[in-house]
């Protein structure tokens, strides 16, 4: 009688560990269907962030610029931008009729550049409106690195500050997508837009100012199918190539290399800040 309560003790908490076993899967399981659930939530709502972000940025561009714009990815771009990559000589005179721009510097003179519409047009017009406006204007080159470039159009003089002249529909300041040409590169004289990183395009620019070539850049910039005649004269003028497709070229110096090398030789400090402000009193438009 008593072997037989035993049996019967031994098999009732059998049953109860195989219910509490039962019961434990059951929770791990719905503990693991809630972190996945979780997961997957959270990640929809980062996709939908960025898609909103995106639809922002192609909005705010159409109404300014009338262009068509199309998404890759998480970037607008201009519809059909890639089949408007047609050839242009950089470091030639503008033509007949081109628009160009006149950044007087105080104190030291005025660089006049010309602009390249066709190949980096929410760039120009970013530039170009942002100027018309006087935006620049009383704004210094806050960085400058000597056989390197100057940099400028920063409102706050830190390097950390400026905004695109575009918004999206609550009013808020926003980037615009890098542009790129085989056939405008970072020589010396371009003008390029100063960014944090893809497509963070904002109000900063800077200006090459370097005279020297590397051997590297060169066979980097021919890999790349860049125009070989425009490689050609940057080896005999020099740049900062190893910017090359990091950074927006939009313009090019057409006199005022003397001006450019006077701001690039001024004292600074340790943060490439010189140590009397190199102020840009306007930029005056005109039609070569």
């Known amino acids: 009688m008593e072997n037989q309560n035993e049996k019967n003790v031994e098999e009732v908490v059998e049953a109860k560990e195989a219910k509490t076993g ?32 995106t639809m922002q940025v192609k909005d705010a561009i159409e109404k300014v610029t009338g262009n068509d714009i199309v998404i890759k990815g998480n970037v607008a771009y201009l519809d059909g931008e890639e089949k408007k990559d047609v050839e242009v000589v950089q470091y ?15 104190n030291y003179g005025t660089i006049t550049v010309r602009f390249f519409p066709e190949h ?22 806050h960085r400058v690195i000597n056989d390197f470039m100057i940099q400028g159009g920063d409102p706050e003089g830190t390097g950390t500050g400026g905004e695109s002249i575009w918004t999206n529909e609550g009013g808020e300041a926003i980037p615009f ?4 040409s085989k056939y405008l590169i970072p020589m010396r004289g371009a003008l390029c837009m100063a960014n944090a990183g893809t497509n963070t395009n904002g109000s900063q620019f800077f200006i090459v100012q370097n005279k020297e070539y590397s051997i590297g850049d060169v066979m980097n910039l021919r890999s790349l199918g860049v125009d070989y005649d425009l490689v050609n004269y940057y080896k005999e003028n020099g740049g900062a190539c190893w910017l090359y497709q990091k950074h927006t070229v939009f ?13 690039a030789a001024v004292e600074v400090d340790s943060s490439s800040k010189p140590n009397e402000d190199v ?6 438009f005109d039609v070569y």
């Open 22 to 53: 039962t019961e434990g899967k059951k929770k791990m399981n719905s503990t693991v269907v809630a972190i996945v659930a979780a997961v997957v939530f959270l990640g929809l709502g980062v996709a939908l962030y960025f898609f909103m972000h």
């Open 92 to 106: 030639e005179k503008p033509a007949k009729g081109d628009l160009i721009a006149k950044i007087n510097v105080k």
């Open 120 to 141: 980096a047009p929410l760039a120009v017009e970013n530039f170009v409106a942002h100027a018309k406006e006087g935006y620049y204007d009383g704004l210094s080159f």
């Open 177 to 180: 997508t890098d542009e790129y």
């Open 251 to 263: 313009g090019q110096i057409v006199e005022g290399y003397d001006v450019l090398d006077k701001i």
């Open 279 to 284: 102020i840009i009193e306007s930029i005056d």
